[in-house]
């Protein structure tokens, strides 16, 4: 009987160690299970390839522009909605290894330990808030993701937090089915987990006087303007230099002359 206990004891010892050795070892893993990247991201718009339209239509009785003389280009979005419907885009944030696809689950647990591929992952995958519209239509877009310890995923999110680096890396871009949008940061700061940073709804002045809490908050000033006829993005992760902390980086979208 003693001995069967001691068996039972030693094969539960073992089997602890084994899970301790496998989480030890994806913590250190230093790739993250995500597609390559596109080259480009734009919207597929046909284009004649030899016959002025103008021409191939001034007359009722010219016939139209031969369905072979038409080219088409696929959007680079197809094949990541193909792998997985829950994406929403494409984020990069200049330097740091930030160049990861962005989905949208039903909800903000999913996809905190599934990756891209829908594979149980602790690194989770980056993902936006299931609130969020997307398609460009949010006042308040949210992007979430992991801190690690190598940096994977949103662990380099902390270098700006030095601003130099900030001042040197402003701006990031997030690319979607309908083409790529550029944004500034115009605050960056830490806090407890507090959902007041994640508002995404607004009546009368609240988004007025959101956006200056989110200016004031800034541990570095900025001279950037955001007003309420601007819409904005908010990337945040976790931070332990608050107790149960979050870093929030929000950026504005920039428009075509800016």
Known sequence: MRKNIWVLLLSRLLFLQIIHYGVQEIELRKDVTVPEKSDKFAFPLPKASSTDFRSATTSSEEAAVP?????FTINPSAEYYQINPDYVGWLSVNGTVIDYPVVRGQDNETYLSQNFYREPDIFGAIFMDYRNIGMGIDRHTIIYGHYTQYGQMFGELDKFLNEDFLKGNLDFTFSDAYGE????????????????????????NEYTDFLSMLKDLSVFPSEIVVTEADHILTLMTCNDSAENGRLFIHAVELTEEQ
């Open 181 to 204: 949008k550029r944004y500034r940061i115009f605050s960056v700061h830490v806090a407890p987990a507090d959902t007041s940073f994640l508002d995404i709804d607004f009546e009368g």
């Open 67 to 71: 369905l072979e003389e038409l080219t």
